[in-house]
């Protein structure tokens, strides 16, 4: 009768024990099938709370106001557009966990995709109105195109802010605010994030605009998600000089992270070749590791021959003053 008493008893509390819980805050684009965070729950015996906190700037933001409690363990999602803000904040962890050397470095995190910043156009629209695509930046300020082009604010959006970069990379920083001016005054639209831009205001959504900034990749999520089978994507990329950014997003630890050891762990779960593989038909970035296959679908997508992507100690030094600039030259 005792033992099954401290039986019972011992049952009991076993079942009150919970599993370690790991918060992982990410952008609101983060998506993996769900059978993949489920293995690394089922393996590690801990639970993964994901924050979605809007944008990736949004997110950097968020991280900043809280660093005196954490509201996340690990981050996913800083790129090397917002890498530099973090650090200067000092919001991530020194010690990040050591994994295989790859040519897309992030400092101070470890890489994990990439991809590359650029405009979208709707073919329909275009056709329909019988209308020449731009062959430059400059392009896009004259009155032929006025009205067509949505971008999202760099201030709150690391894809708009790897257009601002490349646009200072290409023109120079006095002549690419001058240009960034005139797009204003040929009805230049700007939104807070990617999935406004991309899914309210791009005509191919039911929006007005039919030129977007989004993603090299983009024309291949159309394929892919299409309800009937295309042989060709009914977007393409205007991978313009100037308007061409390689952005390297990775993960890092958080400073005051209560999960360390599953942190390490988990950021070597996006590593692995499961998540390399899903995380191009999920977040329609290239994978880092090395021997990845690339998804069929893909051949809808280009690989920019050049991309005008800064030096990641420029951005680090400059992007404040920039983002204050751009905010004074655009939005007032």
Known sequence: MLQRRLLAALLLALGTVQAAELRVI??????????????????????????????AGEM?????????NPVADVVYGIDNTLIGKARAADILDTRQPGLPAVKEVLPGAVSIDYGYVTLNYDKAWFASHKKALPKTLDDLTRP?????????????????LGFLLSTIEQLGEDPAFAFWGRLKSNGLKVVKSWSEAYNTEFTRNGGSRPIVLSYATSPAAEVFYSKTKQSDS??????????????????????????????ERFIAFLRSVPVQQALQTSMWMY??????????????????????????????QQVPGWISRWTRTVLR
Do not use: C, M
């Not at 000089?241 to 890092?252: D, K, L, N, S």
């Not at 090395?290 to 680090?316: C, K, M, N, W």
């Open 26 to 55: 990410t952008h609101s684009s983060f998506e993996l099938p769900k059978e993949l965070i489920a293995g690394f729950e089922r393996q590690t015996g801990a639970h993964v709370s994901v924050i979605k906190a809007g944008d």
């Open 60 to 68: 950097v933001n968020k991280l900043i106001l809280t660093r005196a």
């Open 144 to 160: 032929e195109w006025r009205g067509l082009l949505v971008v999202e604010n760099p201030a709150t959006s690391s894809t708009g």
């Open 234 to 263: 009914p977007t393409g990329n205007l991978l313009l000089p100037g308007a061409v950014f390689r952005q390297v997003e990775g993960a890092a630890l958080l400073k005051g992270g209560k999960q360390r050891e599953l942190g």
């Open 287 to 316: 994978p880092v590791s090395d021997g990845v296959a690339l998804h069929p679908v893909y051949r809808f997508a280009q690989t920019p021959r050049a991309h005008q992507s800064p030096s990641d100690e420029r951005i680090r």
